[in-house]
């Protein structure tokens, strides 16, 4: 310890056994890794034409890469699917979905090899945001992007991703090429308003960038993770990889019942034709309906608000003028159903309780038999009479 | 009246010493700023959001570079090279190289950060100030290192004891970690996430390998010295010290569990980690058997007071760290703001804590000025509880944050993020009396250092008043 050299030599040797497995060690175990078929034949080898994954970003999308480490959206958003593994009854220890792949985030857990053409591979650490390792798997378009990109809270009102108003240029009214922003109420007067953005080059590019990330095609080492399996089981997999200790204290039942009243919802709110709502043709994927149009459900009050009202619009439609977030529409709705007004009393329980709990809105669920006591209420009303919001404000109850 | 051996070397290490910890003070007062615009920014997400110089995910970053290069390394030189010179018993001396270095350091760091709010990261951690800065830092260093060196090199008594094995350690480990990384991610990056490990290495390595074996050195030296008796069970500390060497290394990957990286690489992290558990008991054997033999003079001398806090947030916390490395735990925790919790109880709770009290022992002999006790007994209190605030927060928060994270069916923002905001706030005002905290402290050091900053002002300004009367 007294000899300087010595002792550095000692201290530098300890680190060297790490620099050894960590860099070289690694390095050489999967430093090589190049994109590959997404199945082998038995003996490894690859069919001859087979496409080879992962594929590389288009340049916009690298570009983007730089924006979006410059900006350090990393600090809040990871970029891998995590792996778990549980041990069978024999003790071998299998891949299961885990709560990455179960939060939509993702088919399969990342692969190193997934990583191997990025050239700013950013995992991140915390998950402030969600994870964006398959962001470009989403439906989620180019105009939600830059919505998004520019304002998250005019999409996701309580989000705290920053806004990024400096990639873009505003105005009040539309022009070539611009993309309306919803307005919405809180955050000052500004907001109230709404207001029409043009993507600068920097915005296009990390919107590529987003589109690009996906990780989308099996690997030799990892397929897919088997949905199916998953959904028999769903209490398990509510809470796999939690210790028994540690629990979210709800009522697992009362969870359940929750987020499988959200996926039919969905289902009814997207399903066009019969047995659908087809919500999702006027009011769109992202909940905000289109401008002039179709009014948003997301942040509507018409929708978080007094439930009774909402059933009602959801059995026989509605029509004239309405107010939604502020800003006018007049149109028409029919009784939501193919034919008109024929979705059962589960359905609209459903699809309420998703577009309650959906692009931001949380509001209490709406159950089979709310739905049926309104139809009883009401019964003597034709179904092809919609209702107008005049009339549904004067009798309703003054929202909960 | 001859003047005693001490009173030559404080003497020769003033200026140096100063520079070094007015400089550091500097830098914690604008992390101190960037941790506020940062906490302020995920309560208010509208908060400065056009000012694209000013994004959460630059500030975040800028703030943690200020906080461990700026703050860290200024205080590291200032602490190195007065207890390598007492502990020598030598001058310091190539005073101004050391003043040269070191304001090339500090520059070279400001020009970082404003490269990272200008939008040239990196995308290494904690090497995420831009590629050109890096030799200037590292040439700067070079140089401080090896005049520290020189001091120990000339020492009057060949036997070294712990404090100069914890401290040399650290001056030795920086640069090598630095060339290791640099290696790798510049010279010969590699592929894919083989750069990830590295630099998740490298920035987890620099905390255990860097900051803590310099404030544990500092503490080993400044207990002993203040209370004046031997260390406890003096014998165990090499078998700690050999520890950390062997061990830290290794541990600080299990932040990779389940990421996409060989499984071995996590695994051995989580081992390491546990194994940690060794150093760590003898170092807080060592520290606090020595300490509660005579706690009262632990409560009454403030400097101490600040040393004993660190030590035992040292012990405390790497434990908890401990746990939060077992797979089943860290499953949960890993990404959330825990991680937070684990940066600022190393670089806050515990160096930090270490550096005041040493500033608070060492300024007084350098400058031979005293530091009033009621500021420093405020800044104590506004620390202590800043700091206890600000960790309970992260913990409890990222305990939230990820227990929550892993129910699939709750939404993210309106449900798992809402439930942490509560935390997010009080981290805010956490911020904000660390903030005063740290501006206290920074006013106590300057006013000694500069015990007369507008003597010279003052003067002209009165001649001229005196003129014109």
């Known amino acids: 310890m007294n000899n300087i050299f010595k002792f550095s030599f000692g201290i530098l040797t300890t680190l060297a056994f790490a620099w050894l497995a960590f860099v070289v060690g690694a390095n050489l175990q999967y430093g090589d890794l190049s ?54 009854s024999e003790g071998k220890s299998i891949v299961e979905g885990g709560m990455d792949v179960e939060r939509g985030w993702g088919k399969r857990a990342s692969m190193a090899r997934d ?23 989403t439906e989620k378009d180019n105009d939600w992007l830059h919505r998004h990109l520019f304002e998250p809270q005019s999409l996701v009102p309580d989000s705290i991703c920053p806004p990024s108003p400096f990639l873009y240029e505003v105005s009040d009214d539309p022009r070539d090429g611009s993309i309306a922003i919803p307005s919405h109420e809180d955050h000052g007067d500004e907001r109230q308003k709404s207001r029409y953005v043009v993507p600068s080059i920097r915005a296009n590019r990390i919107v590529a960038y987003l589109k690009a990330l996906k990780q989308d095609y099996e690997l030799p080492e990892l397929p897919f993770v088997q949905a199916k399996e998953e959904k028999s089981d769903t209490n398990a997999t509510e809470t796999k990889g939690i210790p028994d200790w540690i629990r979210y204290p709800v009522p697992s039942s009362a969870l ?23 919500c999702v043709t006027c009011h769109q994927p992202t909940g905000l309906g289109l401008p002039i149009a179709f009014p948003p459900l997301a942040g509507s009050d018409w929708v978080k608000g007094d439930k009774e009202r909402l059933i009602k619009i959801s059995l026989f439609g509605l029509t004239g003028e309405i107010e939604v977030n502020g800003v006018k529409f007049n149109g028409a ?17 459903d699809v309420l309780t998703f577009v309650r709990n959906s692009w931001g809105n949380s509001a209490s669920a709406v159950s089979p038999s709310e739905v049926s006591e309104v139809r009883a209420s009401i019964k003597d009303r034709a179904p092809t009479q919609m209702w107008t919001a005049a009339e549904l404000t004067s009798h309703s109850k003054p929202a909960q | 009246m001859k003047d005693t051996a001490e009173q030559v070397i404080d003497r020769s290490a003033k200026t140096v010493v100063s520079f070094f910890v007015a400089s550091a003070g500097l830098w914690l007062l604008a992390a101190a700023l960037l941790a506020y615009v940062a906490a302020a920014k995920l309560t208010d997400p509208f908060f400065l959001s056009s000012c694209e110089f000013l994004t959460y995910g630059k500030v975040k970053v800028a703030q943690a570079n200020a906080f461990v290069y700026g703050w860290g390394g200024n205080s590291i030189f200032a602490a190195t090279l007065w207890i390598l010179a007492r502990l020598s018993q030598v001058e310091v001396r190539g005073r101004v190289m050391l003043l040269f270095s070191g304001v090339l350091w500090n520059l070279a760091i400001s020009f970082g950060l404003l490269g990272i709010l200008d939008g040239h990261m990196n995308a290494h951690e904690m090497l995420e100030m831009p590629t050109v800065v890096w030799p200037v830092l590292f040439i700067s260093y070079a140089i401080i290192a090896f005049l520290a060196l020189v001091i120990h090199r000339s020492r009057k008594h060949n036997d070294t004891i712990a404090p100069q094995w914890f401290i040399l350690a650290s001056l030795i480990w920086f640069p090598a970690l630095f060339l290791i990384a640099w290696n790798g991610l510049e010279i010969n990056p590699a592929r894919g996430t083989l750069p990830s490990v590295l630099s998740l290495w490298f920035g987890q390595s620099l905390i255990w390998l860097w900051l803590t074996p310099m404030a544990l050195g500092a503490a080993y030296y400044i207990i002993p010295t203040i209370l004046g008796r031997a260390i406890d069970k003096y014998y165990l500390a090499i078998f700690g010290f050999w520890c950390i060497a062997a061990l830290a290394p290794w541990s600080v990957v299990h932040h990779l569990e389940g990421g996409p990286v060989p499984m071995w690489i996590p695994a051995i992290g989580t081992v390491m980690s546990i194994a940690m558990i060794f150093p760590i008991a003898v170092a807080s054997t060592n520290f606090h058997a020595t300490a509660f033999k005579d706690i009262d003079k632990v409560w009454n001398n403030l ?6 806090f660190g030590t035992i947030s040292y012990t405390l916390s790497s434990y908890i760290g401990v746990i939060f490395s077992l797979p089943d735990v860290a499953k949960l925790t890993q990404f959330s703001i825990i991680n937070e919790f684990h940066f600022n109880q190393r670089v806050y709770g515990f160096f930090s804590m270490i550096i005041f009290g040493v500033v608070y022992h060492m300024l007084p002999h350098i400058t031979g000025k005293e530091i009033s006790k009621g500021a420093k007994s405020f800044h104590f209190w506004t620390s202590a509880f800043g700091v206890l605030i600000l960790l309970l927060a992260y913990l409890i928060g990222g305990l939230t944050h990820g227990v929550l994270a892993q129910q699939p069916s709750l939404d993210w923002s309106s ?19 660390l903030g005063f905290s740290q501006l206290v402290f920074v006013i106590n050091v300057w006013k000694v250092i500069f015990p007369n900053p507008f003597a010279c002002c003052l003067a002209s300004s009165s001649e001229r008043k005196g003129k014109t009367a």
């Open chain 1, 35 to 88: 994109p590959e078929a997404e199945n082998l034949e038995d003996d490894d080898s690859r069919e001859p034409d087979a496409e080879l994954f992962p594929k590389d970003m288009p340049g916009l999308a690298k570009q983007g890469a730089e924006e979006y480490l410059a900006l350090g959206c990393v600090s809040c958003h990871t970029q891998q699917v995590r792996l778990f593994t549980t041990k069978d």
């Open chain 1, 115 to 137: 990583y191997v053409l990025q050239d700013h591979v950013m995992l991140g650490n915390t998950r402030i945001g969600p994870d964006l390792a398959n962001f470009g798997m």
């Open chain 1, 256 to 278: 359940e019942d929750l987020s499988s009243q959200m996926s039919a919802g969905k289902e009814v709110y997207t399903k066009i034709g019969p047995g659908g709502g087809g």
């Open chain 1, 333 to 349: 709705m029919p009784a939501p159903g193919i034919p008109l007004g024929s979705l059962t009393d589960q359905q609209i329980a």
């Open chain 2, 303 to 308: 400097p101490l007071r600040f040393v004993i």
């Open chain 2, 415 to 433: 449900s798992v993020i809402s439930s942490v905001q509560p935390y997010f706030k009080i981290t805010k005002y956490a911020f904000i009396i």
